[in-house]
């Protein structure tokens, strides 16, 4: 690309501090931003060490890490995952991102250094981590106006040929889309920042093509619409939309969408300053551009760390008012049992003291449950639950299971069995039994005495099906919308003991089997919950390891 005056503008009008040093770190050159931002004179900072404008304790360890840059120099940000900061002259620190390009210089690897002022940034960061719940883009990346100032300069030979060396070498280093343009919109500057990120070559663009070439015509066209709605302005065109602002002096960083030339698209926060002339004219228009990707993937990161975080919050809210309530009951019963037991100090009062242990043992194991359905949805929630797979006859398996559990059950309940199909099974077998008793519980216990659970069972080469019916007081159709969330109790089981997890704890353990629940039900006539598993048969089992 060849050098023109433009790039002597570029570099004392840059938004961005500019410092330039020689292998030895000694400052050889510092735009006026930089001087501004620093707070120095420019023959206070020429010949002096790079190391002057950095925080004393990080002077000395700065000398190895520059040294070490000048025996491999690559175009690359400084200090990846560290927060930099710099030194202005009166000792106040501020944060900075910096990037770092080189050149030869007569022979001497000349290091150029991009610095920004991030502390806007930094501090809407904090903002952020402070309000928690409010994530909101707070980081303004301001530049000032960037103005043609060629008439202006006037430098003998030497001096502009050094000048447009130095421009030359920003331009060809710079970590950012750099496009300029004359009057009309089209491209006269295009660096390889631009090149590389947009798929052009210089040949394709350089006085042929508009800088909107770039801008996704959708995205410009609801712009558009909607300024038009807002103020009344109607744009005949993108570019004068584009332009707009700049022309009133207006220089706010904001977001685009580009285009690259093969179709693919990246957001960018985009700066766009009217270069003018000595009267006030616009003679041309300067863009830079910073792809943006990665800072939104990470603010979408941050968001839903924090919608975790409120969802974990939620539970625990939960938690705290599920376990006062339920605990209350058992807990009384197990105090008043206990009162009565000690009264009971005769032989003939034996059945009244089985029976208050009797009813101790009941809330104990119902306290039991109750702590294991929230352990059990804190480690679903915290990914803490792991598969553990094996093959097992499930025959043998369910009717082992329901020996274990029958006499859980209400009151002349009884629990029918049976299965059809093959046998073997792949399966995680704890997994299994925690579905089935969460099921065979619910069952009996939102139906009546002397009722029949039946339990069915069915192994084909697809897939195994899993089914419990009861025939109690069912479900609503209003209830059933919302019957597998956390702590979700119908209407009509509002007397009856229960945190309302057990059904979310089956639908996740299924989901953990990769398996789909579904269920029948209607009042007073009883319900039936089906699970299938399209990945438990010998025949699948690479499918489930996949």
Partial sequence: MQSSPKNIALFQHASMGIVVADS???????????????????DELLGERIELLMPKRFRHPHVEHRNQYIQDPKIRPMGVGLDLFAA?????????????????NDGDRNVIAFIHDISIRKKAEQEIIKLNDELEETVKMRTSELTDALHQ???????????????QALLDNAGAIIIATDAHGIINLFNPEASKNLGYSEHEIINKRPMILFHDKAEMKRKRDELEEKTGIAFRDDFLLLIEKSKRKIHDEERYTYVRKNGSTFPVALTLTTIADKSGLPTGFMVIAVDISERLKAEKDLWK???????????????????????????????????????????EDQPRREKHLQRIISSVNMLTDILNDLLSVGK?????????????????????????????????????????????????PALLKHIIMNLV????????????????????????RFSVKDHGMGISKDDQKHL???FFRASNAANIQGTGLGLHIVKKYAELLQGTVTYKSELEKGTEFIITFDHATEKQENDFAD
């Fill in 484 to 486: 597998m969330e956390r």
């Fill in 441 to 464: 519980s619910n069952a009996s216990k939102f139906s009546p005495d002397g009722t029949k659970i039946e339990i069915k069972t069915c192994l084909s080469d697809d897939n195994f």
């Fill in 305 to 347: 760390a924090l919608e975790k975080e409120k969802e974990l919050g939620e539970l625990k809210s939960n938690f705290v008012s599920t376990a006062s309530h339920e605990f209350r009951t058992p807990l009384s019963t197990v105090l008043s049992s206990a009162y009565l037991i000690e009264k009971y100090t005769n032989t």
């Fill in 380 to 428: 679903i929630e915290e990914g803490k639950i792991q598969v553990r797979l094996s093959k097992f006859n499930i025959e043998n398996y369910i009717a082992t299971v329901i020996e274990e559990i029958k006499n859980t059950v209400r009151k002349k309940q009884e629990i029918l069995y049976s299965h059809e199909g093959g046998q073997s099974v792949l399966m995680d």
């Fill in 153 to 167: 300069l006037e430098y003998s030979s030497g001096k502009l040929e050094a000048a447009l060396s130095y421009q």
């Fill in 88 to 104: 202005k002259k009166d000792g106040t620190e501020f944060p900075v991102e910096i990037s770092l390009g080189n050149y030869l």
């Fill in 24 to 42: 030895k770190g000694i400052i050889q050159l510092i735009n006026p931003f930089a001087l501004q931002l620093f707070g120095y004179e420019a």
